[in-house]
Structures are given as C-alpha cells and as structure tokens.
C-alpha cells in the first residue's frame, strides 16, 4: 500500500502537475491570442472600418463615446519599422565588432568580465534607457543639430540600439564561442591570418546565430514602448527626417490606453495596433525559427 | 638508395609550460616518402607534427628548441612567416573537419587566402585537387553542396584535396583514418600511397599494419623520446632497441 502510494507520487503525480501547468500555459496563450484577436477586430466589425485604411492612411482621429472617426495608424506603423531598423542599422555592426572583440580578441579573463557586463547590460529596465535618452541624449541632439527639441526618430532609434546592443552582442559571442575549435586549427593549417580565420570561418560558422540575435534584437526593438515614448516626441505626422519626431504602435498605445473608454473607438483601435503587434513579433519568432533550423540543416 | 631530405630536425626540444613533450629528436625525412610515426597515444607524435608547421605558435606557454630545417631553411628563423611556412606544409587532421561551406569553397578556400582570384584558375585548382584525392568523381555535380553532406570518409578526402590545393611541399596526416570505417580506411591509404609521388608525407598512425601497408620509413615515439628510425621492413622485421620490440609485438602501448 505504502509503495503503491510512493509511486503514485513519484510517478503519477509529478507527471499530472507538469501536463496540468503546461495545458494552462498553452489555455493562456491561446486566450490571449483569442483575447486580441477578438478586442482587435472590433474596430472593423462594430465600427465598420476597413483593414486598409487602418494600415495605409494616416488620417488619425478616432471617436470617443461612441462617435466615429478615422483610425489610419500608418504613421505608426511607419514609425515603428523606421526606429526599428535604424536601431537594427546602428546596433548590428557595433555588436557583431564587439562579440568578435570578446569571443576571439579579448585575453580570457577579460572576455569572461566582459560577458558578465553584458549579462547585467540585458537585464537592465527599459525605462532607465529611456531616462538616460531624455536626460543625455535628446539634449544633445537639439544642441548638435540646432534644434528646439531633440524628440526625433535619430533619438529613439539610438536610445534603442543601446537597449539592444547587449542582446545581440550576448547571442553573437555564444555563438562565435560555439564554433567547433576544428575550424580555427583547419584555417590556421593553410596558412590563413587570424583575422582571415575569423572573418572567412567563425562569422560563417555563426552566421545562424547572429541572425537568431538580430532578430530577438529587431523584436526587442519594434516591441518596446516605454523607452520610445520617451524620446520619440509623440507628433502623429510622417517624420520629414530623422532629425524630425513622429510616434510608434507602441507609443501610442502607452499613452493612450488609460485615456479612453472601453468600447469607444479610439480604444478598439489601440488594440487593434496590439493585435498587429503581436502578429508582427510572431512573424519575427517564425524567422528565428526558419533561420537556426536551416543553421542546424547546413 | 640515397634520397633527398625534405625536413630535419636536429636536438629538437618541445614543453609546454614546464612539461618536456619531446626530448632531443633529431631525424631527417626523405623527400617523395612516406614516413609513418608510431607509439603509445601522449607519446609526442602530433607535437612533433605541430612543430614542422609551427601550430606550435599557437599554444600558449609552448616552448620549442633545436632546429629545423625544410629545404635547408631553419623554419624557426626570425625571418620566417609562420603563414607563408603553413602554406608550404600541409595538415590533415585526425577529425575530418570541413568548413561548413560549399566543397567547391572549401578547396577554394586555402588559394584564396594566397591571394587566387581568378575563377577559371580556381576552377582549376579545385578539379585538379578534388582529383588528387580521389573525390572529384564523386563531387563534380555537387560541387555547390554543403561539404557537411558528404560521408566521414568523403570529408577526409575533402580535407586532404583542400590542403593540396595549396600546392604544399610537405603534407601532415595526424592519423587520419582514426576516425573512419575499413572501407574509407582503405581508400584513404591508396590515395596517400598514390601521393607519395609528388609530395613528402608524414603520417601519424597509431595502426601497425597501416605503416606496415603504406610506408616506406618509420619512426618510433616513446615518451617524447624517438627511440628508432628505420627503413619500415627493417623496423617491423628486426627492430634494434628491445622498447621498439616490445611496442611491435603488442607487449606494451
Ligand atoms: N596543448 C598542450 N598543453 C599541455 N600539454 C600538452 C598539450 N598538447 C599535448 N600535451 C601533452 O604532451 C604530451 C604529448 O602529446 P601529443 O603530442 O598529443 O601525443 P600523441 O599525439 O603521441 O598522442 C602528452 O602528455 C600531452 O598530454
Ligand atoms: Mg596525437
């Protein structure tokens, strides 16, 4: 009887525990995604709008109290993908130059600190880089280009292309630090420099994971709201250039979603942009995948 | 039978940081040989290797003494680009171990470093070496594959085309077929006998009947020490040091 019991425990139990928790992981996510899907459509069913002008026109005056209005969010989808891919633009050389710096420049025990920094680097809130960006950064731009206000794309784009610096740095090195050490011996072997070694087999080697990196770094980026909101000047117009402000998905909805009722417009659209957000991160989550499956295949 | 020498070395010391690795060896390797090293795994055979290319180098707290001569040139020389030695003495390893590009980029891959741009030269090169080791048949369609799609034994042949495309003068096998089943084992043995016409090979081996099979001299390593160097008949036939014996006949190792 006892036995019995005793195995039912170690048994039975721990697996129903771990199948009870993973169902509710897979029930929750499948409600958050039914949960979007149906608060995002609202705008198209009970208001009538169409999915084309919600991601072409920048026409952006949504009705409160059950008015209607016009809800075009192409200036923040717009503005969303430009800070994203300038931040991408700016941090991917820096991090690819440092991970090389760590993973193969750096003497050992430097290498190990400078991972260790880099660890507490991704940890760090986005508001702090945010706050940095409005102390530091946005002054300096308005100083150095004459403007009246540093609010702009060039602002938000760098406060995040620091954020996600760490990230792909961190992912890259690991992944340089992967590459079977028969590669460097082989390369050496036909009388290739170091840095030909690097460049022409360990990038190659890599090239899965630094991808991997770019693209949780693209996510990390096209999803973060606070920092950008900080210092992206929240102007709902097309920036005339990247001196100019403009305003993001996530911005917007930051700043809007405590200021509208439930059921009005305004707030339908806002999670209709959180909808589109979570499509597009999905997206991004099927190239990770896409990319280190075709890594493991090669 | 007198014969040129490709390489010697003469009261050749190796440590790694204070650990002696090789203990005074001096021996000269005819040139168009095959010349097998046997002994016990930790013996020195792949230092003794590493130190005609200077892989050496690359190990911290690695110390070499003596001299060495390929062609009558002291490879430890100030004057001596360890790059440019490397190009002239090649290195098969004993994990096939291609790069994780196409085959046509691997064997491109050593000429290209020298500074080989010309796609039609390179094409050359790449069937010529490809051939040279038996597995241009085999690849000729495939050229664009990923190397990683050929089979363990195809990947040493690729290994050994990829060092000859950079013509060297000396080739380094640090046993080669360790890795391998019989049937590549055999293939592999064939085509280094077929080499030994135009290049000079040193081949680790740590099979007896393998250096029985292809080679024409042996060396044998104990603790660091080279205990016989002989014609490999004589060797296998009538060893001159009883340590040498003893290894042969399987008493130790
Ligand atoms: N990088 C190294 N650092 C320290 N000791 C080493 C290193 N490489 C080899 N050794 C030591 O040198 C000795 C000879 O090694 P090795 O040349 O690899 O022998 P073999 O190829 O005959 O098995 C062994 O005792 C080994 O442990
Ligand atoms: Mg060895």
Redesign the interface.
């Known amino acids: 009887m006892a036995s019995r019991l005793r195995k039912w425990q170690t048994e039975y139990l721990g697996r129903t525990l771990v199948t009870a928790f993973g169902l509710f992981v897979v029930v929750l996510t499948l409600g958050i995604l039914g949960f979007l899907g149906y608060k995002g459509s609202a705008t198209f069913i009970d208001y009538g709008h169409s999915l084309t002008e919600f991601l072409i026109s920048s026409k952006w005056s949504p009705g409160e109290a059950g008015q209607s209005g016009s809800i075009g969010s192409a200036v923040f989808i717009i503005g969303s993908l430009e800070v994203s891919s300038l931040a991408l633009l700016l941090a991917t050389p820096l991090s690819l130059a440092m991970a090389i710096f760590i993973a193969e420049v750096a003497p050992q025990r430097l290498s190990t600190t400078l991972r260790s920094v880099l660890e507490i680097f991704v940890g760090i809130p986005s508001v702090v880089y945010g706050w940095i960006g409005l102390a530091v950064l946005v002054p300096f731009i308005a100083d150095l280009f004459h403007l009246n206000f540093g609010f702009s794309v060039l602002s938000a784009a760098l406060v995040l292309a620091l954020m996600i610096c760490p990230t792909i740095t961190s992912v890259a090195t690991d992944s340089l630090a992967a590459t079977?050490n028969?590669?460097r011996?082989?390369?050496?072997?036909?009388?290739?420099?170091r840095w030909?070694m690097i460049w022409?087999?360990k990038l190659?080697?890599a090239i899965p994971g630094i991808l991997t990196g770019v693209v949780l770094g693209l996510a990390r980026a096209f999803g973060e709201a606070l920092a950008v909101a900080m210092v992206i000047g929240q102007s709902n117009r097309f920036a005339s250039s990247l001196l100019a402000p403009t305003n993001t998905l996530t911005a917007v909805i930051t700043a809007n979603m405590g200021n509208t009722t439930t059921g009005s417009e305004y707030n339908d659209v806002l999670w209709s942009m959180a909808a589109l957000l979570l499509a597009i991160s999905l997206l991004f989550i099927l190239l990770i995948r896409v990319i280190s499956r075709r890594g493991q295949a090669? | 039978m007198e014969t040129e020498t490709c390489v010697q070395t003469s009261a050749l010391n190796l440590y790694y940081s204070d650990f002696q690795a090789l203990r005074s060896v001096s021996l000269a390797i005819p040139r168009k040989h095959i010349t097998a090293l046997i002994g016990p795994s930790g013996c020195g055979k792949s230092s003794f290797l590493k130190v005609l290319?200077r892989?050496t180098d690359?190990i911290d707290h690695c110390r070499v003494e003596g001299q060495v001569l390929l062609a009558d040139e002291d490879i430890y020389a100030a004057a001596v680009d360890p790059?440019?030695?490397?190009?002239r003495v090649?290195?098969v390893?004993q994990?096939p171990?291609?790069?994780?590009?196409s085959i046509y980029d691997n064997i491109a891959?050593?000429p290209r470093?020298?500074g080989q741009k010309g796609k039609h030269q390179l094409d050359e090169i790449v069937e010529k070496s490809l051939a040279a080791a038996a597995l241009w048949e085999e690849t000729k369609d495939r050229l664009k594959k990923?190397a990683?799609s050929l089979s363990g034994g195809q990947q040493q042949r690729l290994?050994i085309a990829?060092?000859l495309a950079?013509e060297p003068e000396l080739l380094l096998m640090d046993e080669p077929t360790s890795a391998l089943d019989p049937i590549s084992t055999g293939k592999i043995e064939e085509l280094v006998f077929e080499l030994k016409r135009s290049y000079t090979i040193i081949i680790v081996t740590h099979n007896m009947q393998q250096a029985v099979r292809i080679s024409d001299m042996t060396g044998f390593f104990l603790l660091g020490e080279l205990v016989e160097f002989a014609n490999t008949n004589n060797m296998f036939t009538a060893p001159q040091d009883k340590r040498t014996e003893d290894y042969i006949t399987g008493r130790f190792g």
Do not use: C, D, W
């Open positions: 079977p028969e590669y011996e082989a390369s050496y072997a036909l009388g290739s420099t030909q022409h087999v190659r080697a090669s | 290319n892989m690359l790059i440019m030695l490397r190009k090649g290195m390893f994990k171990n291609p790069f994780p590009m891959y050593g470093l020298h990923s990683l290994s990829r060092a950079v």
